[in-house]
C-alpha cells in the first residue's frame, strides 16, 4: 500500500511539472522587480555607511549593522521557535515526558537567545561608543 501511494505522488509531481522561461525585465504591478532589489541594496549600503561613519572604523561599523539586523531577525524566529516549543510542551507532552522536557528546554533557550540578541547591539554600543570616546 504504501509503495502504491508512494508511486502515485511521484507519478502527479512529474504530471505537474511546468517549464518556466526566464527573461531579463521582471515587471511586477507595474514596477520593475530589479529596480526594487538595486534600490533596497542601495538603502543597505547607505545604513552600512552611517554605521560605518557614526562608529569611526570600518569593522566596528560592519559589527554593529550585523548586530542590528540580528536583532531585528531574532524576533520572529524567536517566536516561532517559542510556538514550536509551547507545541512540544503542552501538546505532544501530554502522554510523554521526553517530549515535555525537550518543548521546556526549547523554551527556555529561545527566550534566552532573545534576549541576547536583543542586548547585544545595546552592550556593543555602550562599549564601543562609551569607553572608546
Request: glycine share 6%; with cysteine; proline share 2%.
Amino acid at each position: 500500500m504504501k509503495k502504491a501511494i508512494t508511486i502515485i505522488a511521484i507519478i502527479l509531481c512529474i504530471c505537474t511539472i511546468s517549464t518556466v522561461y526566464a527573461t531579463n525585465e521582471i515587471v511586477e504591478n507595474g514596477q520593475d522587480v530589479t529596480g526594487k532589489i538595486i534600490e533596497i541594496k542601495e538603502k543597505e549600503l547607505n545604513t552600512l555607511e552611517e554605521y560605518k561613519e557614526a562608529y569611526g572604523s570600518d569593522a566596528y561599523g560592519l559589527t554593529a549593522f550585523i548586530l542590528n539586523k540580528i536583532r531585528l531577525y531574532s524576533i520572529p524566529f524567536g517566536f516561532v521557535a517559542i510556538v514550536i516549543a509551547a507545541m512540544y510542551q503542552y501538546i505532544l507532552g501530554i502522554k510523554k515526558m521526553d517530549v515535555r522536557d525537550k518543548g521546556f528546554a526549547l523554551m527556555i533557550a529561545s527566550v534566552t537567545l532573545i534576549i541576547i540578541c536583543q542586548v547585544l547591539p545595546l552592550v556593543f554600543a555602550i562599549v564601543v561608543k562609551g569607553w572608546r570616546s
